[in-house]
Antibody, heavy 119, light 111 residues
Framework: EVQLVQSGAEVKKPGESLKISCKGS????????IGWVRQMPGKGLEWMGI????????TYSPSLQGQVTISVDKSISTAYLQWSSLKASDSAMYYC????????????WGQGTLVTVSS | QSVLTQPPSVSGAPGQRVTISCTGS?????????VHWYQQLPGTAPKLLIH???NRPSGVPDRFSGSKSAASASLAITGLQAEDEADYYC???????????FGTGTKVTVL
């Protein structure tokens, strides 16, 4: 079974750093893109960026460029989303999702990681 | 930022048919990029419902169908059931953003 399993919920203070993870299983991890999607409380889905594990090619949403870093360790089939200095406005649910090359749809999705940033 | 526009809500009685529109522009749907649909049940992750405008993944009931024309797309749910109460999102590729874009989302309520 193809699965993406994300790391657990996080509670952080403003200014702290954070790295959340997304581990793929049941398929050849290097051959599929991994995208990240943000969902702020009570709001819709927002595409953040995407990475290709085989060569780490990465594209960011223009609105989020420079605010987060997407990376991957293909040796352990894991993608990451990282902040160097969190803000309260980063509080949201974050999903990772798989995308096949040559297509633009995402399936499956991870279960989500809830990030809460509060002083 | 969402560049695909959906109605905030639609509702229908059990058994009825409802449709959700997704309106884009010349840099996404209007440019010929495919549209995909996701269902998000309360408290859960989104699930792929329709890909490439009209295709249902295995396991998705045939009550769900998609269509696309010009710079818009639609999702239809026929024979509405209580379990269909959820948020629905369209998604496509946008050439001006060089990435994916999601619709604003539509809440479906079963009366």
């Amino acid at each position: 079974e193809v699965q993406l399993v994300q790391s657990g919920a996080e509670v952080k203070k403003p200014g702290e750093s954070l790295k959340i993870s997304c581990k793929g299983s049941g398929y050849r991890f290097s051959d599929y893109w991994i995208g990240w999607v943000r969902q702020m409380p009570g709001k819709g889905l927002e595409w953040m960026g995407i990475i290709y594990p085989d060569d780490s090619e990465t594209t960011y949403s223009p609105s989020l460029q420079g605010q987060v870093t997407i990376s991957v360790d293909k040796s352990i089939s894991t993608a990451y989303l990282q902040w160097s200095s969190l803000k309260a406005s980063d509080s949201a649910m974050y999903y990772c999702a798989r995308r096949q090359s040559g297509t633009s749809w995402f399936d499956p999705w991870g279960q989500g990681t809830l990030v809460t940033v509060s002083s | 930022q969402s560049v695909l526009t959906q109605p905030p809500s639609v509702s229908g009685a059990p058994g009825q048919r409802v449709t959700i529109s997704c309106t884009g522009s010349r840099s996404n749907i209007g440019a010929g990029y495919d549209v995909h649909w996701y269902q998000q049940l309360p408290g859960t992750a989104p699930k792929l419902l329709i890909h490439d405008n009209i295709n249902r993944p295995s396991g998705v009931p045939d009550r769900f169908s998609g269509s696309k024309s010009a710079a818009s797309a639609s999702l239809a749910i026929t024979g509405l059931q209580a379990e269909d109460e959820a948020d629905y999102y369209c998604q496509s590729y946008d050439s001006s953003l060089s990435g994916s874009v999601f619709g604003t989302g539509t809440k479906v309520t079963v009366l």
